[in-house]
């Protein structure tokens, strides 16, 4: 059975970096698009980064750009999530998240597989 486990989470201080990863078992995504989303509290779902089946195209919401880095290494079937620079606004759970389809899709419709969810915390 498919599965998306996500690791590295916990609680930084706000100007600090996580890393952190989604490994997935139980079927080959490598062709599939991976992203990443979270959910504050409160809030709905967003999409925050995504990343193509090759790695060539990648795609963040304005909020993240310039401070966090999406990667993927196919071989070992694991997506990365490089947050710096965090903020107390990018804590909530996150999720990976995997797409079947062709495009880097925003849309948590379009994504067939997720992970159960990773808490971050940006708190002085």
């Known amino acids: 059975q498919a599965q998306l486990v996500e690791s590295g989470g916990g609680l930084v201080r706000p100007g600090g970096s996580l890393r952190l990863s989604c490994a997935a078992s139980g079927r080959t995504f490598s062709r599939y698009v991976m992203g990443w989303f979270r959910q504050a509290p409160g809030k709905e779902r967003e999409f925050v980064a995504g990343i193509s089946w090759n790695g060539g195209t990648t795609r963040y919401v304005d909020s993240v750009k310039g401070r966090f880095t999406i990667s993927r290494d196919n071989a070992k079937n694991t997506v990365d999530l490089q947050m710096n620079s965090l903020k107390p606004e990018d804590t909530g759970v996150y999720y990976c998240?995997?797409?079947?389809?062709?495009?880097?899709?925003?849309?948590?419709?379009?994504?067939?597989?997720w992970g159960q969810g990773i808490q971050v915390t940006v708190s002085s």
């Open positions: 998240a995997a797409n079947a389809g062709i495009l880097l899709s925003v849309s948590e419709l379009d994504y067939d597989y």
